[in-house]
């Protein structure tokens, strides 16, 4: 069987996966249960299609559990000594300009299963993070986006 590949995680991201586990558990398992109970009431569950919306709701939060619980089981929290400045890392905040438009953008680099756009992290595996990681500060990264090759210098590296 192939290895598990390690998570490193933030302190918050690991508290999101936790508490989003225990959510499913404790309060959407006992929901979904409650329409297939109410679905198996109402007779005939052949043509039945709110019992089948449970049942496949069942199943994604069935899937979604063992994907948190394989996560967390493989995970690592990131130390503060892990994250470094001198070079972009994972857990580092780095400051990005577009070469082009002159546009910075300060995003922060995480596991993929922590990544947000909107919240400012990506993942270390997207194109822009694989394009910065282990560079330093003043380095110029090309990134294949759909639009084109777009360049990026990097200002800023901090934890």
Same mark, same amino acid.
């Given at each position: 069987?192939?290895?598990?590949?390690?998570?490193?995680?933030?302190?918050?991201? @690991? #508290?999101?996966?936790?508490? #989003? @586990?225990?959510?499913?558990?404790?309060?959407?398992? +006992? #929901?979904?249960?409650?329409?297939?109970?109410?679905?198996?009431? *109402?007779?005939?569950?052949?043509? $039945?299609? +709110?019992?089948?919306?449970?049942? $496949?709701?069942?199943? *994604?939060?069935?899937?979604?559990?063992?994907?948190?619980?394989?996560? @967390?089981? $493989?995970?690592?929290?990131?130390?503060? %000594?892990?994250?470094? %400045?001198?070079?972009?890392? @994972? =857990?580092?905040?780095?400051?990005?300009?577009?070469?082009?438009?002159?546009? #910075?953008?300060?995003?922060?680099?995480?596991?993929?299963?922590?990544?947000?756009?909107?919240?400012?992290?990506?993942?270390?595996?997207?194109?822009?993070?694989?394009?910065?990681? =282990?560079?330093?500060?003043?380095?110029?990264?090309?990134?294949?986006?759909?639009?084109?090759?777009?360049?990026?210098?990097?200002?800023?590296?901090?934890?």
């Amino acid at each position: 069987m192939a290895e598990e590949k390690e998570v490193v995680l933030t302190k918050e991201g @690991l #508290e999101k996966l936790e508490n #989003e @586990l225990e959510h499913l558990k404790s309060v959407k398992r +006992e #929901e979904v249960a409650e329409r297939i109970k109410q679905a198996i009431a *109402f007779g005939d569950i052949s043509e $039945n299609s +709110e019992y089948e919306d449970a049942k $496949n709701e069942q199943a *994604f939060i069935e899937g979604r559990i063992m994907s948190l619980e394989k996560t @967390l089981k $493989n995970a690592r929290l990131m130390e503060d %000594t892990d994250i470094r %400045t001198d070079v972009v890392s @994972l =857990g580092s905040k780095i400051t990005l300009k577009e070469v082009k438009s002159g546009r #910075e953008v300060i995003v922060t680099i995480v596991s993929s299963v922590e990544s947000k756009l909107k919240d400012g992290k990506i993942s270390d595996e997207s194109p822009v993070g694989r394009a910065v990681m =282990g560079k330093k500060v003043r380095s110029v990264v090309e990134v294949e986006a759909p639009a084109g090759k777009i360049k990026y210098k990097i200002l800023k590296v901090d934890k």
